[in-house]
């Protein structure tokens, strides 16, 4: 059975290089905070593999994956002023495109974009969908401490709308302030505590929230055909979506469908590499197989079951297709 990936990272050295010139503009961090950091980067950067391509080929040959579709680790911080953001971009993107070129067949590309200035992030889209045959865009956290739903990235969502590509949330760093009141604790370790902020619950707690955001701001009244994809399970959302139909209900939201009927229609969901057999029966119970998707998280996760994960699941044969590659073919239009 043929195998895409969707949240499979890399990074390029000249990008890195562009991005880290504007390090300087970072506020000073607390010790312990700077002493956190080396240790978090230490324990799960996969740093040699995001750039090396042989590698990630041998391992989507060993794991039966016939395709990654490519996006780039962090292109550009929010230090990065707009336009520079806007230059560093497009580098990063024409770069994906010669990855993609490389490996005929193997992979394909969301687009980064420089979240400082929308309008120019809605041309770049633009852009990487008509000329550069890209399938959609991946975007991290929120800029400055704004979500995504706020009206100064409309463009963006409008321009995916209308290019008929999906947008896959991706999680980030989450906002200091934010960090401090709900992760850290004097009762364990700093280094708990950032785990705990990041890949341990915070990052997803924001994404997750990012999404019930968007569906409150009415979106998608306003571009019926947008789609968001959603790693991590859905961040936690899923389970939640009847207590949030109760008390978010249609006479408060002024909306024209409740919150779990936008989810099941505009949301895809991706394990992002959590191989829990749990969740893969939960998340099609409550979705539906043909809202769901495949992703390893390829190097930060490297799971060595990703073609049994599935075929050995209690899902049908027509549902492990679904997920394995024809929604993707459909959503990201890759046939
Ligand atoms: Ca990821």
């Keep these: 059975m043929k195998i895409i990936t969707l949240e499979e990272h890399y990074a390029d050295q000249r990008i890195m290089d562009e991005n880290n010139a504007f390090n300087g503009n970072r506020p000073q961090m607390k010790p312990e905070q700077a002493e956190a950091m080396k240790f978090l980067m230490s324990r799960s950067f996969p740093g040699p593999e995001l750039l090396d391509f042989e590698q990630r080929i041998q391992y ?19 230090l990065v002023p707009p336009a520079d953001q806007v230059r560093i971009i497009r580098q990063a993107n024409d770069i994906t495109k010669e990855q993609i070129d490389k490996y005929p067949g193997r992979f394909a590309g969301f687009a980064c974009l420089p979240m400082a200035d929308p309008e120019a992030a809605a041309q770049e889209l633009e852009r990487c969908v008509k000329e550069l045959g890209f399938c959609g865009t991946m975007i991290a956290g929120r800029y400055k401490g704004r979500f995504y739903n706020e009206p100064e990235f409309l463009p963006i969502f409008e321009k995916a709308a209308e290019l008929d590509v999906p947008v896959y949330f991706h999680p980030a760093l989450i906002p200091m302030e934010v960090q401090d009141t709900y992760y850290m604790s004097d009762s364990y370790s700093f280094i708990v505590g950032a785990e705990l902020a990041s890949a341990g619950y915070g990052w997803h707690s924001e994404v ?21 994809i959603s790693g991590h399970w859905g961040e936690t959302i899923p389970a939640f979506l009847e207590r949030m139909d109760t008390i978010l209900d249609q006479e408060i939201t002024g909306l024209k469908k409740t919150v779990s009927e936008y989810y099941k229609e505009h949301v895809y969901i991706t394990p992002s590499g959590i191989m829990s057999a749990d969740q893969l029966e939960y998340i099609v119970k409550v979705m539906g197989a043909d809202h769901v998707m495949y992703a390893v998280d390829y190097p930060y996760m490297k799971p060595d079951n990703v073609y049994e994960f599935l075929m050995d699941s209690n899902l049908t044969d027509e549902e492990k297709e679904l997920i394995a590659h024809v929604n993707a073919e459909r959503i990201l239009h890759l046939q």
Excluded at 60 to 78: E, G, H
Excluded at 213 to 221: A, C, K, Q, V, Y
């Design 208 to 228: 997750g929230i990012q999404i019930v955001r968007m569906i409150l701001s009415g979106i998608f009244d306003k571009y019926p055909n947008l789609k968001f």
């Design 60 to 78: 989507m040959d060993k794991n039966r994956i016939d395709m990654q579709v490519l996006s780039m680790t962090t292109p550009v911080t929010d």
